[in-house]
């Protein structure tokens, strides 16, 4: 069983930057990839980003591309996401997401979740 801790986040002001951190731990044989999914009030949770633990390959949601970087530490079994120039839109409680099994951009395929932290983008 994975167990997943999030970091990072917080109050940013519009066109500001921020990082989040997902620490795994615990033991999975198919630990395969980790995610980023938000979930704003009123709405579903939708997917951010995802890059696989062996190859590095990663996904985005058309609405972050080209503003947030997701990348990962194996050593340190750590994920990230960085987060550039962000916007009110992007105010959400975003979730760690480990272990796809089905389409990244489907929360249901994802395993193991963690807690999730606040992102609040003040215009």
């Known amino acids: 069983q994975v167990q997943l801790v999030e970091s990072g986040g917080g109050l940013v002001q519009a066109g500001g930057s921020t990082r989040l951190s997902c620490v795994a731990s615990?033991?999975?044989?198919?630990?395969?990839?980790m995610g980023w999914f938000r979930q704003a009030p009123g709405k579903e949770r939708e997917v951010v980003a995802g890059?696989?633990?062996?190859?590095?390959?990663?996904v985005y949601a058309d609405s972050v591309k080209g503003r947030f970087t997701i990348s990962r530490d194996n050593a340190k079994n750590t994920v990230y996401l960085q987060m550039n120039s962000l916007k009110p839109e992007d105010t959400a409680v975003y979730y760690c997401?480990?272990?796809?099994?089905?389409?990244?951009?489907?929360?249901?395929?994802?395993?193991?979740w963690g807690q999730g932290t606040q992102v609040t983008v003040s215009s």
């Open positions: 890059i696989t633990w062996r190859n590095c390959n990663t």
């Open positions: 615990g033991r999975s044989f198919w630990n395969n990839a």
């Open positions: 997401a480990a272990e796809v099994a089905g389409s990244w951009y489907q929360a249901r395929s994802w395993v193991t």
